[in-house]
Nanobody
């Protein structure tokens, strides 16, 4: 069993930055691919960024490429999402998710464990 707890969301003006953190419990963190998803009202949950278990591979959605950075610290069981140059369209609930194995899937259906979500609101 893995539990994920996100933190770091909030309200920020357009152009600002936020850093989200996700702390995982359990011993399997270093063998899990991790993803940050987001879901805006009326929209499907989408993968924003993902990272392989040892950090060698990552995925960025086109909409955030160059602005967001994912990283992980396996010694601390933590994955981070640094968000810069935020835009109003980045407003959503952001979820941390984990799946066993090295493949960074883009489908939320492939992720087994989820955090409770943290709200990110970007004002114009």
């Amino acid at each position: 069993q893995v539990q994920l707890v996100e933190s770091g969301g909030g309200l920020v003006q357009a152009g600002g930055s936020l850093r989200l953190s996700c702390v995982a419990s359990g011993r399997t963190f270093s063998s899990a691919a991790m993803g940050w998803f987001r879901q805006a009202p009326g929209k499907e949950r989408e993968l924003v960024v993902g990272i392989s278990p040892l950090g060698g591979r990552s995925y960025y959605a086109d909409s955030v490429n160059g602005r967001f950075t994912i990283s992980r610290d396996n010694a601390e069981n933590t994955v981070y999402l640094q968000m810069n140059s935020l835009k109003p369209e980045d407003t959503a609930v952001y979820y941390c998710a984990a799946r066993s194995g090295s493949y960074v899937s883009r489908s939320y259906r492939d992720y087994t464990y989820w955090g409770q979500g943290t709200q990110v609101t970007v004002s114009s």
